[in-house]
Nanobody, 127 residues
Framework: QVQVVESGGGSVQAGGSLALSCVAS????????MGWFRQAPGKEREVVAT????????YYSDSVKGRFTISQDNAKKAVYLQMNSLKPEDTAMYYC????????????????????WGQGTQVTVSS
């Protein structure tokens, strides 16, 4: 069974840090993309960061660039999201997802391109 499982998250004050982990199983891990997305109440799900497993190319949304870092451990089939300098507007449910394809080695950023999703983990940042 193909699945991804997130862990980490929690509550932190503004300016603090949190780390999320995502472990994949049940499918060939190489040559695809993993992404972190988030969804705040009343808002659409949006991309946060992506990483190309086959080549480590990364993407960050403008809202997190310079504060978040996505990384991978291929041996563990794991992807991580280190979140620093957190802001109240980062509060959301964070999801890990896998996309089976890429656009010439560049990961997609649209949610519909990702076919396997985790259950989500809550991140709450208080001011």
């Amino acid at each position: 069974q193909v699945q991804v499982v997130e862990s980490g998250g929690g509550s932190v004050q503004a300016g603090g840090s949190l780390a999320l982990s995502c472990v994949a199983s049940g499918y060939r891990y190489s040559s695809n993309c993993m992404g972190w997305f988030r969804q705040a109440p009343g808002k659409e799900r949006e991309v946060v960061a992506t990483i190309y497993i086959g080549g480590s190319r990364t993407y960050y949304s403008d809202s997190v660039k310079g504060r978040f870092t996505i990384s991978q451990d291929n041996a563990k089939k794991a992807v991580y999201l280190q979140m620093n300098s957190l802001k109240p507007e980062d509060t959301a449910m964070y999801y890990c997802a896998q996309s089976p394809g890429t656009s010439g080695g560049t990961c997609y950023t649209r949610t519909y391109e990702y076919t396997v999703w985790g259950q989500g983990t809550q991140v709450t940042v208080s001011s």
